[in-house]
Structures are given as structure tokens and as C-alpha cells.
């Protein structure tokens, strides 16, 4: 089985709500192309949706590793940032991925309400 046919089986899991098997099966993929960008930054959401913070943000610095022009995963990161409270830092995440992508509203709607504070 191909990477690509993984990540769906993975996608599947996830969707099913079944996150234990979905991170299972990131991690097959992992294992078999530790380049993949797409198995990194779905694994950090899933961590992300059962609060596993410390685990999401480096899922997504993995991501950003893989794959420097993944806006998303700056967001993200700094999403996981925010979360532990190092708004400083999330700031400068959210900027480099709205500067990226200018059309993401994430990140520029995180900016204002961290702006606001």
C-alpha cells in the first residue's frame, strides 16, 4: 500500500472519530515516508482535538520541517502556542501564515483577538 492510499485509510479513521486508529495509521505512514508533510499536520489536529497540545505543536513543527510553504501549519502552531500561553509567540505564527496565505482569515482573526487582549 502507497502513502497516499495510507492517508486515506488515516482520513477514514479520523472522520469515523476513531482518532487512536487515525494516529496509528499517521504514524504506518510516518514509518514509511518520513517526508510526508499531510500525515504530520493531520496527526497534530487530531492531537489537537483531544487536547494534546505539546504532541500537536510538535506535529506541526514536523509539518513546517517537511514542508516550509504550509501555511496551515504555522497557524496551527501558533494555535498550540496561544494555548500554552506564549502569545508573543503564537503572534509571529499567525503573521507568517496569514503572510503566506493573505486570503486565510485564521490567522489574521487570531491576531485581532490576541490584538484586542
Excluded at 73 to 89: C, I, N, P, R, V
Amino acid at each position: 500500500m502507497n502513502t497516499n492510499t495510507w492517508l486515506c485509510k488515516a482520513d477514514y479513521h479520523w472522520e469515523k472519530g476513531d482518532r487512536n486508529k487515525a494516529l496509528e495509521t499517521y504514524k504506518k505512514i510516518i514509518e514509511i515516508d518520513h517526508m510526508m508533510p499531510d500525515a504530520y499536520y493531520n496527526s497534530g489536529l487530531v492531537y489537537l482535538e483531544m487536547d494534546s497540545i505539546v504532541q500537536a505543536q510538535k506535529h506541526f513543527d514536523m509539518t513546517i520541517e517537511t514542508n516550509p510553504l504550509f501555511y496551515k501549519a504555522y497557524y496551527y502552531k501558533g494555535l498550540t502556542l496561544e494555548k500554552q500561553g506564549k502569545t508573543d509567540a503564537a503572534k509571529d505564527f499567525y503573521q507568517q501564515s496569514l503572510n503566506m496565505a493573505p486570503n486565510f482569515d485564521k490567522p489574521r482573526k487570531a491576531l485581532d483577538a490576541l490584538n484586542k487582549k
